[in-house]
């Protein structure tokens, strides 16, 4: 069974389930709301064009020609796979109750989704949706990856990870935040995944970096991205998405849910703003590629905080994070030296980070905020999620690291040879070329 408790953490006089939407009492006769599953339908399928095919267009676009195809591909079989293995057993184990594992992992009892029905409700919705709204971000999430390793890695090295990343680290992190664990009894303030997804992702981005190495040209101008348009389209596709990604998560067609994709948009709008007024300051010219990763980091930085910030409180936070990711990207990359070939840390890990511990600020009442629990403090609500994302971080260093080794010992190694990679992965991996290019 899944594994229902109502939150009522703050005072938001709303029930979020698990940490992630809406919770529903055991004894409660559950009924479908034809709105409420209407939204929520429009909500995963817009979370699906964020995936296909807008994660894919934004990373082929900062891709070079050679290799645009192979990170399509990576893309899209990794979204197949995640969704796949979570429908087998991920949604089990993170939805079912877990028994005395509870606080890390959750059951068997939904292993290839047994017991649901046409029938089966979850809150007011059919749990065939809910399932399905969940599988889209378990799609999603490993996928995003792909820019940290991007242009080097093998394809078969990429699916094997993916598969053991999926199931040693998604799941358990989801079920912690989302499904009734310990995370989610802290009552931590990260409304749609700021842990989970993004700051998870580029933690694993970070450590695929480094086992995989560097690119051969690494700190050259030949690594530029070779198509603009195709990422603004890209980039354009998550942001709509991005409101269904966190819109949804209401798992009703409310005051509240409006709210929220408010929040997001302003935040992403803001986020755009800020990236490109620091990179006209400090590089004397805005660009495009500025706008769009500004846009992607106020996103991300609003992911926690959109159930419980006001929209004066979502501007100010993607006006924060558009500059603290330029800096990422310009200052911290080049101190680390690793090649996180598309900036999945530098956006999604820095802005993630970010989101989590302005949160509790942002939350307060006196800023627009929904405030916290009653008889919590700020200083108590930082402390909560300051913690949460220490966990996070290392628990997905761990955890990714074990998936990268896993994957080079199945596949003979991570990385292709030198004269794939110099022929370009759409060639060497794919036998295609997407676009004509000279060597």
């Not at 399905?132 to 090295?157: D, H």
């Not at 690494?218 to 690594?223: A, D, H, I, Y």
């Not at 090649?339 to 802005?351: E, P, Q, S």
């Amino acid at each position: 069974m899944i594994r229902f408790s109502p939150v009522g953490r703050g005072t938001l006089g709303l029930s979020l389930l698990l940490g992630c939407a809406t919770a529903f009492a055991d004894d409660a006769a559950p009924a479908i709301n034809s709105g409420d599953t209407a939204f929520v339908a429009l909500c995963s399928l817009v979370v699906l064009l964020m995936t296909l095919p807008g994660l894919a267009l934004f990373y082929g676009g900062m891709a070079r020609t050679k290799n645009v195809l192979s990170i399509l591909m990576q893309v899209f079989c990794s979204a197949s796979l995640a969704s796949l293995l979570f429908a087998i057993y991920g949604y089990s184990l993170t939805f079912a109750d877990g028994g005395s594992l509870q606080a890390i992992i959750g059951g068997v009892d939904k292993l290839f989704l047994a017991g649901i029905t046409t029938d089966s409700v979850v809150g007011s919705i059919p749990e065939y949706l809910y399932f399905l709204f969940m599988l889209l971000f378990a799609a999603i999430t490993p996928a995003i990856i792909v820019g940290g390793f991007a242009e080097r890695m093998k394809f078969s090295a990429v699916m094997v990870f993916m598969a053991a990343w999926l199931t040693l680290n998604y799941i358990p992190m989801a079920h912690m935040a989302w499904g009734g664990g310990w995370v989610f009894d802290l009552g931590v303030q990260d409304f749609a995944g700021g842990n989970v997804v993004h700051l998870n992702v580029g933690i694993a981005a970070l450590v695929g970096a480094w086992l995989v190495g560097r690119r051969r040209g690494f700190g050259t101008p030949t690594l530029a991205p070779h198509n603009m348009t195709m990422t603004l389209t890209g980039g354009s596709l998550l942001w709509v998405g991005w409101l269904g990604f966190c819109g949804g998560c209401a798992l009703a067609a409310n005051g509240f849910a409006m709210l929220v994709m408010v929040n997001t948009m302003l935040a992403s709008c803001a986020g755009a703003l800020g990236w490109i007024f620091v990179e006209w300051q400090h590089r004397g010219r805005p660009s495009l590629f500025g706008a769009v990763s500004g846009a992607i980091a106020g996103l991300v930085a609003i992911t926690p905080a959109c159930g419980f910030v006001g929209p004066m409180g979502a501007i100010l936070l993607g006006l924060i994070a558009g500059p603290v990711c330029v800096w990422s990207v310009d200052k911290l990359k080049p101190m680390i030296g690793l090649d996180d070939a598309f900036d999945v840390f530098g956006v999604h890990g820095v802005a993630g980070i970010l989101g989590g511990l302005l949160t509790p600020v942002f939350a307060l009442t006196a800023l627009g905020g929904q405030g916290f629990a009653e008889g919590r403090t700020l200083m108590d609500q930082l402390l909560i999620n300051g913690g949460a994302i220490l966990f996070s971080v290392l628990f997905s260093a761990l955890t990714s690291w074990i998936a990268y080794k896993v994957a080079a010992a199945f596949c003979g190694g991570l990385r292709v040879d030198e004269e794939s990679e110099v022929d370009g992965l759409d060639l060497s991996a794919h036998g295609e070329v997407g676009y004509k290019y000279s060597s």
